[in-house]
């Protein structure tokens, strides 16, 4: 295994490009199985979850070639309905599968989605627009078991507990675009990740209406072409860099930052002393202003909401900020994981339910730290930026689902990191932690 080695205390300065957005690639690569024809997906990001997805459409025998540094071509002609459980386990985005394997074939089998250290990820949602659109539903040994001979539109309702659902959003989209009738998606997620999946859609010849709203419509169609098209930025590796250059009291240009992709994150950061301006319409300035940092407020929401996905890194930003911070979570309440680790950098922060409470000032020092999930990883990593001494981070495999060379494009911002194998961390800390 590898791990990071972090020494703290530069500003951070410069221009960082965002790669492709995970979470918009993850889903239209599963939207190319849709049709028999050949798709080209560009600016794909280079990560673990990429590689699983290609992974996965290659065992349904599709055929999937990586034909550039972030080029994929896929053609799915020849595929079938089930996909396998060993690869399926370890990433919950493979659940976007069933939709286009329904409405294209309409029939699926995936096994149930793994756990996750950030809380419970239900698929109740998912089945039940399923259901709506007359599909049959069982779930048998941990396989998700999907006959819809005679799919059909119909009026589906996307809310849940915790707001709308975003893969879940995606899978009834996927389903309806085929089926005959019209579909409405009533509390759709809008994420920009949904709108770039709605847009890769109509460039293969779907009929959707509604497309970044909360309510979406379709009209189902006969059969989709393939297409070529451009994954967005990820606004969250976007928010990643802003943050790290907030919390080391840099300047950083970020190429691929969309304040409209942001929502409510550029307020958050705007009330705490961090300035955050477009460039252009696909570029963004970061810089904290000369009073420092002040302590600040957030709840993550569905989008435009505060993304849950930057909960963790922007914990790590409070602890810099003088007086109390409260970060509260409403889509995942435990997603914590990163806070004992915090703790072990001098971090001081309470767990009240599902808040945590931060009080900033205190330096953070390095320490041997664990990663334990793709954003508390980031977090741990941006926190290391800014403590004093090295930070040691460990199970990094996890940032590498999600963050596409993170310690080269943090280096070329002049961060001292490194990636080494595990056996360079000092023995007094093996010690400590076995
Ligand atoms: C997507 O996950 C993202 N992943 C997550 O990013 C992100 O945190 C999440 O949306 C919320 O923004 C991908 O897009 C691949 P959900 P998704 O279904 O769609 C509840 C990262 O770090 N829910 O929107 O799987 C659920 O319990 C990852 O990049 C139901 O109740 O999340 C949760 O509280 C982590 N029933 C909330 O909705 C359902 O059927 C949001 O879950 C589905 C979800």
């Given at each position: 295994?590898?791990?990071?080695?972090?020494?703290?205390?530069?500003?951070?300065?410069?221009?960082?490009?965002?790669?492709g957005s995970?979470?918009a690639?993850?889903?239209?690569?599963?939207?190319?199985?849709?049709?028999?024809?050949?798709?080209?997906?560009?600016?794909?990001?280079?990560?673990?979850?990429?590689?699983?997805?290609?992974?996965?459409?290659?065992?349904?025998?599709?055929?999937?070639?990586?034909?550039?540094?972030?080029?994929?071509?896929?053609?799915?002609?020849?595929?079938?309905?089930?996909?396998?459980?060993?690869?399926?386990?370890?990433?919950?985005?493979?659940?976007?599968?069933?939709?286009?394997?329904?409405?294209?074939?309409?029939?699926?089998?995936?096994?149930?989605?793994?756990?996750?250290?950030?809380?419970?990820?239900?698929?109740?949602?998912?089945?039940?627009?399923?259901?709506?659109?007359?599909?049959?539903?069982?779930?048998?040994?941990?396989?998700?078991?999907?006959?819809?001979?005679?799919?059909?539109?119909?009026?589906?309702?996307?809310?849940?507990?915790?707001?709308?659902?975003?893969?879940?959003?995606?899978?009834?989209?996927?389903?309806?675009?085929?089926?005959?009738?019209?579909?409405?998606?009533?509390?759709?997620?809008?994420?920009p990740e949904?709108?770039d999946?709605?847009?890769?859609?109509?460039?293969?010849?779907?009929?959707?209406?509604?497309?970044?709203?909360?309510?979406?419509?379709?009209?189902?169609?006969?059969?989709?072409?393939?297409?070529?098209?451009r994954v967005i930025p990820d606004r969250?590796?976007?928010?990643?860099?802003?943050?790290?250059?907030?919390?080391?009291?840099?300047?950083?240009?970020?190429?691929?930052?969309?304040?409209?992709h942001?929502?409510?994150?550029?307020?958050?950061?705007?009330?705490?002393?961090?300035?955050?301006?477009?460039?252009?319409?696909?570029?963004?300035?970061?810089?904290?202003?000369?009073?420092?940092?002040?302590?600040?407020?957030?709840?993550?929401?569905?989008?435009?909401?505060?993304?849950?996905?930057?909960?963790?890194?922007?914990?790590?930003?409070?602890?810099?900020?003088?007086?109390?911070?409260?970060?509260?979570?409403?889509?995942?309440?435990?997603?914590?994981?990163?806070?004992?680790?915090?703790?072990?950098?001098?971090?001081?922060?309470?767990?009240?339910?599902?808040?945590?409470?931060?009080?900033?000032?205190?330096?953070?020092?390095?320490?041997?730290?664990?990663?334990?999930?793709?954003?508390?990883?980031?977090?741990?990593?941006?926190?290391?930026?800014?403590?004093?001494?090295?930070?040691?981070?460990?199970?990094?495999?996890?940032?590498?689902?999600?963050?596409?060379?993170?310690?080269?494009?943090?280096?070329?911002?002049?961060?001292?990191?490194?990636?080494?194998?595990?056996?360079?961390?000092?023995?007094?800390?093996?010690?400590?932690?076995?």
């Amino acid at each position: 295994m590898e791990v990071f080695r972090i020494r703290g205390g530069r500003k951070l300065e410069g221009a960082v490009t965002a790669s492709g957005s995970k979470n918009a690639a993850l889903p239209l690569f599963a939207a190319s199985l849709l049709s028999s024809e050949e798709s080209i997906l560009e600016n794909v990001p280079d990560l673990s979850d990429i590689r699983f997805m290609a992974e996965i459409l290659l065992e349904m025998g599709a055929e999937v070639e990586k034909t550039g540094p972030t080029t994929w071509k896929i053609n799915p002609s020849q595929i079938v309905p089930c996909a396998p459980y060993e690869l399926v386990r370890k990433m919950r985005a493979s659940v976007c599968l069933l939709g286009p394997l329904v409405g294209r074939l309409g029939k699926a089998e995936i096994p149930m989605p793994g756990g996750c250290v950030i809380g419970n990820r239900p698929i109740d949602l998912h089945i039940r627009a399923m259901q709506r659109m007359g599909a049959e539903v069982e779930l048998k040994a941990g396989v998700v078991q999907v006959n819809a001979e005679n799919l059909r539109g119909n009026s589906i309702f996307m809310g849940g507990r915790h707001g709308s659902t975003v893969t879940g959003t995606a899978n009834a989209i996927m389903a309806a675009v085929l089926a005959p009738g019209k579909t409405t998606i009533d509390s759709a997620a809008c994420e920009p990740e949904i709108t770039d999946l709605c847009a890769m859609l109509r460039n293969m010849g779907a009929n959707i209406e509604g497309i970044g709203s909360h309510m979406i419509e379709i009209e189902g169609v006969e059969s989709l072409r393939g297409c070529r098209h451009r994954v967005i930025p990820d606004r969250i590796e976007a928010a990643t860099y802003a943050l790290a250059a907030a919390i080391t009291g840099g300047e950083v240009c970020v190429r691929g930052g969309r304040l409209d992709h942001l929502g409510a994150f550029v307020n958050v950061m705007n009330a705490c002393g961090v300035r955050i301006d477009a460039q252009s319409e696909n570029e963004i300035s970061v810089k904290t202003n000369e009073d420092g940092l002040r302590s600040l407020e957030a709840i993550t929401l569905p989008y435009p909401g505060f993304p849950t996905d930057l909960q963790a890194q922007t914990c790590a930003l409070a602890c810099k900020a003088k007086g109390l911070s409260i970060l509260t979570e409403r889509v995942y309440p435990s997603r914590f994981m990163h806070v004992p680790e915090l703790l072990r950098m001098g971090a001081e922060i309470s767990l009240e339910g599902a808040s945590s409470i931060i009080r900033g000032g205190t330096p953070l020092t390095g320490a041997p730290v664990m990663a334990s999930d793709l954003r508390a990883s980031a977090a741990l990593i941006l926190a290391g930026l800014a403590a004093e001494g090295e930070t040691w981070v460990q199970r990094i495999y996890h940032l590498d689902r999600g963050y596409d060379a993170f310690e080269k494009k943090l280096q070329g911002l002049g961060a001292e990191v490194e990636r080494l194998p595990e056996s360079e961390m000092p023995s007094a800390f093996g010690a400590q932690l076995s």
